[in-house]
């Protein structure tokens, strides 16, 4: 599967940005899609996944309430909905696809096998 995220921008802080994670291959609805972010001079940190299914998601504790992510297997897309951008935010942001049609989300980015380029989001308080 290959994947391609988009919708960074630059934004002030309270603003809002909807992430998407394009894929393409056939069999998209057997991956769970996980959402990284790089920071500059940052370790990568997990963000959000969701499911095979789109039944199950995981928010890390940074974004939970202020973010959401979702999934529309029929187009091949997921997204992450993104309110309230504080400047912490500030990352590039990238979407990634691991063969899984479990609930279970995995969040170590070792534990995914496809990467799309990242996209750039910029938060400015």
């Known amino acids: 599967v290959q994947l391609q995220a988009s919708g960074g921008g630059l934004v002030q802080a309270g603003d809002s940005l909807r992430l998407s994670c394009a894929a393409s291959?056939?069999?998209?609805?057997?991956?769970?899609i996980g959402w990284f972010r790089q920071a500059p001079g940052k370790e990568r940190e997990f963000v959000s996944g969701?499911?095979?299914?789109?039944?199950?998601?995981y928010l890390a504790d940074s974004v939970k309430v202020r973010f959401t992510i979702s999934r529309d297997n029929p187009k091949k897309m997921v997204y992450l909905q993104m309110n309230s951008l504080k400047s912490e935010d500030t990352a590039v942001y990238y979407c990634?696809?691991?063969?899984?049609?479990?609930?279970?989300?995995?969040?170590?980015?070792?534990?995914?096998?496809?990467w799309g380029q990242g996209t750039l989001v910029t938060v400015s308080s």
């Open positions: 291959g056939r069999t998209f609805s057997n991956y769970v």
């Open positions: 990634a696809a691991v063969l899984l049609r479990t609930t279970n989300i995995p969040r170590l980015g070792d534990s995914y096998d496809y």
């Open positions: 969701i499911s095979w299914s789109g039944d199950a998601d």
